[in-house]
């Protein structure tokens, strides 16, 4: 499974970005998706995760209510849509893959895509 991240960028504080990232390979539709982030000087950290069919979803505390995570399953892509935005978000954001959704034990990553908030 290869995994290829992209939407990051530069955004002022408030503001909103939207990521990407693509999947490939014979199971990729399968898997259970996730994004994590890690900020300089910090360890990486969930940020949300979504079933294979979509139907599930979960999210990190800290991004509750401002990120959403969905998929298209048609196009083997999953998204994070970044609302209200923050300095403290400013991070490379990284795709996962895992094969269950339950066990949420990530196999696959992705390059890491940056987003930069500006305060």
């Known amino acids: 499974v290869q995994l290829q991240a992209s939407g990051g960028g530069l955004v002022q504080a408030g503001g909103s970005v939207r990521l990407s990232c693509a999947a490939s390979g014979r199971t990729s539709s399968s898997l259970t998706m996730g994004w994590f982030r890690q900020s300089p000087g910090k360890e990486r950290e969930f940020v949300a995760g979504?079933?294979?069919?979509?139907?599930?979803?979960n999210y990190a505390d800290f991004v509750k209510g401002r990120f959403t995570i969905s998929r298209d399953s048609a196009m083997n892509t999953v998204y994070l849509q970044m609302n209200s935005l923050k300095a403290e978000d400013t991070a490379v954001y990284y795709c996962?893959?895992?094969?269950?959704?339950?066990?949420?034990?990530?196999?696959?990553w992705g390059q890491g895509t940056l987003v930069t908030v500006s305060s």
């Open positions: 996962a893959a895992a094969s269950n959704w339950f066990a949420q034990i990530y196999e696959y």
């Open positions: 979504i079933s294979r069919t979509g139907s599930d979803t």
